[in-house]
């Protein structure tokens, strides 16, 4: 009797316990952290915000069905003959820790589309870089933001989204190996390479 008197309130503690933490928090789910992301010191990250594109003008591009792009696809770049001189030319550079494309680079996204809508069974994969400054977890959540805005300007130009994977190097694999800002405007960059089956 005397011990289920101490079991009893111990199981309902435990109880309280497992719900307050599994039921408020989730088991499954991912939550952000709040507040403002991590700044390192004379890193490429200056704000403490994400940035987005432009909201896409679906009245000059019905092609384009709004809402969040699908980043699920059932192709393997690795599986493929990857060909990176035949848009190596169109490579899109960006600003200082952002993911905007300038209007100075569409020419660049209007070519890879021609290129992409001139061959059917070419697969695209756009890698994200960025410069050397920043942490390695910022420049790549940075980097995926790139490839992604590509991504996105690509399917405003009337190429479907599946047929484009993107991928983040961060700052692993610069375009030049310089430490001022001539190298670091050359390494933040979004890069084209054009996948065909094997």
Known sequence: MKLNKLIFPLMIALAATLASTGCKHGF???????GPYPQPPGGEQQSST??????????????YT????????????????QDRAALA???VHFKFD????????QSNIA???????GDANAKLLIEGHCDERGTEEYNRSLGERRALALREALAKSGI??????????????????GHDEAAWAKNRRGEFILCHPK
């Not at 709004?66 to 003959?81: A, K, L, V």
């Not at 952002?98 to 680079?105: I, L, P, T």
């Not at 479907?160 to 991928?167: A, F, G, K, Q, S």
């Open 111 to 117: 070519n890879v589309a021609q290129a992409l809508t």
């Open 66 to 81: 709004p809402g969040p792009i699908d980043t699920s696809t059932n192709w393997d770049p690795s599986m493929m003959n």
């Open 28 to 34: 499954n789910k991912v939550t952000p952290l709040p």
């Open 160 to 177: 479907d989204p599946m047929r484009i994977r993107t991928i983040s190097y961060g700052k692993d694999k610069p375009a030049d190996p």
């Open 50 to 63: 994400l940035q987005s594109t432009t909201p896409i003008n679906t009245e000059t591009n019905p092609t």
């Open 89 to 91: 030319a169109y490579t």
């Open 98 to 105: 952002s993911a905007v494309v300038q209007d100075s680079e």
